[in-house]
């Protein structure tokens, strides 16, 4: 297998677990990053994100001599006097004026480091980046000896890792073949299949994928709400669709909505690209308005559970909020379904108390406002009129919901990702409303 010398750009969740797992597979690696406090805890093997393996494996390769920590690309690109074969573009493509993704920092970066990346070196792009970033970055580089290809990540958090190292596929696109092909090799040791195509196909699969995740949900969401509406059980409805090979069982569950830091991000980014082509993407539309209806729907579910009536006032009913983060396995607040049922449920004057395994007490961030967290669940529950389960995280499953009923003021419980098993909280004394279960 050859090894490389690769340049890593970014040491966010995509960049540090880039960084890791390919030394994991035998290359030397220099991870660079502008926050130098940030590369001095890397350095010594601190890791700030919520991954399973990663800081292992970060430690495995500083140990080994193949993991190196750097400030800033330049020093990347000098880390060896030979310089990087392959440099990885990770840094954050936030969401920027209308939904566009804001490319300013891919752009710094290759402004930096376009005299000093080294003839022969491959650019690749690793962040999320619209159609056409790829010829964006060759044009700004103007180097006819460096070679710009597009190679998207398709990492879950809490599963980075997992992801990284066993692939459904691996995506690489550009002009020059070459190019693509010695990137597509630096995967080779995990034998995934891989699509080698031009880079505006390859920037566009990693959209197209996410969106059609979202609107897998959207449609189960949807669904879920008809079986509540018909009398009919999505989990059955759901088992019985996804045996069928051409659905699968995966991204069948209902919720509260889906979120996260990349499906409401890469759906309007989708939006965006589609008008600039002057096309209306109708369904990416749709799954964008079930995604909030869904959000809207589980408050009425509480408002019903806990008023009785449809309409019925929830000013100042103290509601629990089991699970904040936007899935179970991460800390990850960012757009929360939970967060976005929990700000509609404030609006309606209901006062909030919040638990959730990932989170302490006195986490700043700004979207907790108005939710007293607290790090017991038995004590969020404390004089609740209702307990509103809004993240999967599988702990809520053995809580005693027998010492939860004498705790609450009303038990009921408003499971909104049909996580426990009815039975055992009916036996506790609660009632259990789930999504689609009638
Ligand atoms: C997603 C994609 O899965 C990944 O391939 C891409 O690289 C980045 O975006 P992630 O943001 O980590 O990954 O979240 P994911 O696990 O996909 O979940 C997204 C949202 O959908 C979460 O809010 C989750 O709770 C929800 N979800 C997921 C459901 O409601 N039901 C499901 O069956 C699966």
Redesign the pocket.
Known sequence: MFVRRIAVVGTGYVGLTTGACLASLGHDVVCADVDAAKVERLRRGEIDILEPGLAELVAEGMAAGRLTFVLGATSAMRHTAEGPEVMFLCVPTPMGVGGVADLSIVEAVVEEVRELLPPGCVVVNKSTVPVGTAERTAELLARDDVAVVSNP??????SAVY?FLNPDRIVVGGSQQDAAERVAALYARLGAPTVLTDAPSAELVKYA??CF?AMK?SY?NAVAELCDRLGADITDVTEGMGYDKRIGQ??????P???????PK?TSAMLQLADAADFEFRLIRATIDTNTRQRQRMVEKVRLAVTGKRGGSLSHKRIALFGLT??AG?DDLRD??ALAVAALLRQAGADLVGYDPALRPDNPHPDLTGVTVVDDPYLAAKDAEAVVVLT?WPEFRSLDWSRLAESVSRPTVIDTRNLLDPAVARRGGFEWIGIGKS
Do not use: H, I, M, Y
């Not at 990540?153 to 809490?158: A, D, K, P, V």
């Not at 995966?250 to 919720?255: S, V």
């Not at 909505?257 to 990349?262: E, I, K, L, Q």
């Open positions: 990540e398709f990492l879950r958090e809490g992801d994928a996410n995740l949900l189960v995966a991204f069948l569950q209902p919720g909505g889906w979120g996260g830091s990349c499906l890469d936007f899935k991460t929360s379904p999967e």
